[in-house]
T-cell receptor, first 113, second 113 residues
Framework: GAGVSQSPSNKVTEKGKDVELRCDPI?????LYWYRQRLGQGLEFLIY????????KSGLPSDRFSAERTGESVSTLTIQRTQQEDSAVYLC???????????FGDGTRLSIL | RKEVEQDPGPFNVPEGATVAFNCTYS??????FFWYRQDCRKEPKLLMS???SGNEDGRFTAQLNRASQYISLLIRDSKLSDSATYLC??????????????FGKGTKLSVKP
């Protein structure tokens, strides 16, 4: 489809393992955001990419979290040495620009055992 | 003062009722405002942008009060399907972190038969 695509939809892994989450934004959208949402909580900003500018990493909770994006294409969020508190839904959103509304993907539900 | 504040609710209203939510923001330089809707275990979806002069979309009316730094969402003739969490989003054109986009924690609405 033409929306934001995230994969996998669900991921269950053991504590201590590394995980990689993928986001495929809407074609032509220069801005891409990653958020985390724990059960019953609000959106927690993680990182923001805008075109070829340096990403805004101010929301990453620890150095176990990192994200990459090449140009205006796919982004990957990597969590190393996962902990149980990393269990959450990870949402990706893209928008045509900074002041434009975002379009969200369905999210990846991450469960750490 | 938090950057974006919303009453978490829940607002429990009967079908057919009119309900209004407010959202206050702290940065007077904020430029763009949006309301999103998030259903349980789903991704946020854009409900409507908020324009300076106020705008209406069917049963939904959004207003902006720059002097008092708040936006509002009014829902008339509530339907059961309006039950969701309503997220206020404030976009700062320049400066700030989080990709210039601040999400409120949301207001939960429950419409009862």
């Amino acid at each position: 489809g033409a929306g934001v695509s995230q994969s996998p939809s669900n991921k269950v892994t053991e504590k201590g393992k590394d995980v990689e989450l993928r986001c495929d934004p809407i074609s032509g959208h220069t801005a891409l955001y990653w958020y985390r949402q724990r059960l019953g909580q609000g959106l927690e900003f993680l990182i923001y990419f805008q075109g070829n500018s340096a990403p805004d990493k101010s929301g990453l909770p620890s150095d176990r979290f990192s994200a990459e994006r090449t140009g205006e294409s796919v982004s990957t969020l990597t969590i190393q040495r996962t902990q149980q508190e990393d269990s959450a839904v990870y949402l990706c959103a893209s928008s045509p620009g900074r002041v434009q509304p975002q379009h969200f993907g369905d999210g990846t539900r991450l469960s750490i055992l | 003062r938090k950057e974006v504040e919303q009453d978490p609710g829940p607002f429990n209203v009967p079908e057919g009722a009119t309900v209004a939510f407010n959202c206050t923001y702290s940065n007077s330089a904020s430029q763009s405002f949006f309301w999103y809707r998030q259903d349980c275990r789903k991704e946020p979806k854009l409900l409507m942008s908020v324009y300076s002069s106020g705008n209406e979309d069917g049963r939904f009316t959004a207003q902006l009060n720059r002097a008092s730094q708040y936006i509002s969402l009014l829902i008339r003739d509530s339907k059961l399907s309006d039950s969701a969490t309503y997220l206020c989003v404030v976009n700062i054109r320049d400066g700030g972190s989080q990709g210039n986009l601040i999400f409120g924690k949301g207001t939960k609405l429950s419409v009862k038969p």
